[in-house]
């Protein structure tokens, strides 16, 4: 959840609205949600915090959204939309959060996509 809140405090685009929230803001959670289970749950890959921190900065810069405004989005994550999102990804990307195989074999295909999830892996 802590990922979540820093990431609305430091992420903006146009209002364009999963729950009065910038899509691209949403995007960009799911995407570092999912870039941290892969590399919290698999022993081949680590969270690159700090590619995910710095691209969290440029869409801050890009935003033309003040710090207030970055501020008051921590509260509007939907969370059931949220799990709701997160569900359908393990579905298509044939992810089992508990099952560390599934979790590399995903995060193995999304290096080799060039995805942002891929950019937020390291390999060990």
């Known amino acids: 959840m802590r990922a979540f809140v820093a990431l609305f405090l430091t992420a903006g685009m ?3 609205d999963v729950n009065g929230i910038p899509q691209a803001i949403y995007d960009h959670t799911l995407d570092r949600f999912l870039a941290e289970q892969i590399g919290t749950g698999c022993a081949d890959f680590s969270f690159d915090r700090d590619r995910a921190d710095a691209d969290s900065q440029l869409v801050e810069a ?24 997160l569900s359908r990804l393990y579905g298509a990307k044939k992810i089992d959060p508990t099952d560390p195989k599934t979790l590399c074999a995903a ?13 937020y892996l390291k390999a060990k």
């Open 107 to 119: 995060g193995r295909a999304e290096v080799v996509a060039g995805s942002a999830i891929g950019s």
């Open 62 to 85: 890009s935003s033309g959204l003040d710090a207030q405004t970055l501020a008051g989005l921590a509260g509007l994550m939907p969370m059931d939309r949220l799990a709701s999102d």
């Open 14 to 16: 146009a209002l364009a």
